[in-house]
């Protein structure tokens, strides 16, 4: 009997934790709905709730704004938008800070999170996996001697909070690993472990005739 149940939980629990964030993520995007007037709404059009029709509206409102703002127009418009914004006192630092922060991260020309690392975390011995977001920058470079790249720790099994800390360069490892597989690394606590991938052996050498 206790067999069973454990073949149970193991077939259930990924499913249910699967759809579990499925809905929560479609619930978010749901709520693009509220941009609508109450007739073109899914309980008006059709009478009843129609979950994840949000959700095609998000992603079409992200569509529509990137082919309008790709266009001369659109991007005349937008760098406008970005002055209006920017002479907003409190809206100005917020609204520059997320937009540098996004920039980099889905800039297809950035390096953050682009490199997997193996670096020492808490403390001298242990070791954890990080991701290289940069490297250092203003001030800071003033009181750093050496190379140095910027490393962010994400915690398991939720990766969406960590520590941002400042390595040098030589003493992290640079893994040979995608950050998806890092990822699943973290979350799995461990279990879900990447393929190793041998490394490639170093050419003989030359021998004198």
Known sequence: MRKYFITGLLVLVPLVITLWVLNLIIG?????????????QPESLFGFHL?????????????????????????????????????I??????????????DTLFSSSGNAF???????????????????TGVPGGDVTNHLQGDYVSVYVPTTPNPTS?????????????????????LKYIVSMGVVAPPAKKAAPLPAPDHPQ
């Open 162 to 182: 960590g520590f941002f800390l400042m390595y040098r360069r030589s003493d992290v490892i640079e893994l040979d690993m995608t950050v998806d597989e890092a």
């Open 51 to 87: 979950p994840g029709f949000g959700t095609v509206l998000t992603l079409l409102i992200v569509l529509l704004t990137g082919l309008v703002t790709r266009n001369i127009i659109g991007n005349r418009l937008l760098i406008l938008w970005e002055l209006l914004l920017q002479r």
């Open 89 to 102: 006192p409190v809206v100005n630092s917020i609204y520059s800070s997320v937009k540098q922060v996004s």
């Open 114 to 132: 682009r490199k997997a690392l193996l670096v020492q975390y808490p403390r001298e011995g242990a070791w954890t996996i990080a991701f290289q």
């Open 28 to 40: 978010t995007l749901d709520q693009s709905l509220m941009l609508l007037p109450p007739r073109l």
